[in-house]
């Protein structure tokens, strides 16, 4: 676990700034625009780094007002103003919301998946899955290879990042709102969705058998969440005086 929420977040900050250079591609290509070194490599990297360095700032600013505020009520206040203030600013100056801030849009738009669309992208939906799978387990097992980390997180570390939700669905969501071709947006859209639903089903489950697999989570501890949860349960049901 040690290993695993720092890795998840790069993963999503690296996934963000690979898809702004895809991003800027597939858009110079459906236009027909003549492709530069501006449009498809100085205007990404300006967006990847001024998107970084925006959120870098509004965090750094938080960290420190947050000194002042010790109830949640006030701490929450203040990371939503914050949310607001990173959105604002990436609006204005045309940078990456999602980079800047790694909003989760789950609710927005899960309604949008269209099922009658994946028999037209199936074949590529799948390939997406194997690929992304094959990808997380091989890419992870390589580098805890090469840094020599633990055999466990070696074996177990790529399982563990196999769920997908709101980043892939915020790129999609940017697809969407794109000029890109209508057809092509709604493939891209729907892949993602789908790919988000099977992840999101099999996911949690494989990343919890991985960490009871390395360990992470004991049999002790489980046991004791089961008893708690039935002794919350039977203590619901027992006649109120």
């Known amino acids: 676990t040690d290993t695993l929420l720092p890795v998840t ?43 970084l360095l925006t959120g870098g700032v509004m ?26 203030a990173c959105v604002a600013l990436s609006e204005m100056w045309e940078l990456s919301s999602l980079l800047t801030c790694m909003m989760l849009f789950f ?17 590529p939906g799948i390939i997406y899955i194997i690929a992304r799978s094959a990808g997380k387990y091989f890419g992870a097992f390589t580098g805890a290879a090469m840094s020599h980390a633990d055999p466990k997180v070696r074996k177990y570390l790529g399982i563990t990042l196999l769920p997908q939700a709101g980043v892939a669905i915020g790129m999609a969501q940017m697809v969407a709102a794109s000029d890109l071709p209508q057809t092509l947006s709604a493939q891209v859209v729907t892949v993602a969705l789908f790919a988000t639903l099977v992840y999101e089903l099999a996911g949690p489950v494989l990343t919890k058998l991985a960490l009871a697999k390395a360990g992470e989570i004991s049999a002790e501890n489980l046991g004791k969440k089961k008893k708690t949860a039935a002794a919350v349960e039977s203590t619901a049901d027992a006649p109120q005086a």
Not at 15 to 33: R, Y
Not at 67 to 78: D, E, I, M, T
Request: hydrophobic content about 65%; aromatic content about 10%; overall charge negative.
């Open 59 to 84: 965090g750094a600013v938080l960290a420190f007002v947050m000194r002042f505020f010790k109830s949640k009520a006030n701490r929450l206040c203040l990371m939503l103003a914050a949310v607001f």
């Open 9 to 51: 977040a790069f993963d999503d900050a690296v996934g963000l700034m690979i898809f702004s250079l895809c991003f800027a591609l597939a858009q110079a290509f459906a236009s027909g625009d003549a492709l530069t070194v501006q449009a498809i490599v100085l205007d990404p990297l300006r967006e990847i780094g001024l998107s």
């Open 107 to 123: 609710v927005l738009s899960g309604a949008e998946l269209d099922f009658s669309i994946l028999l037209t992208v199936g074949i």
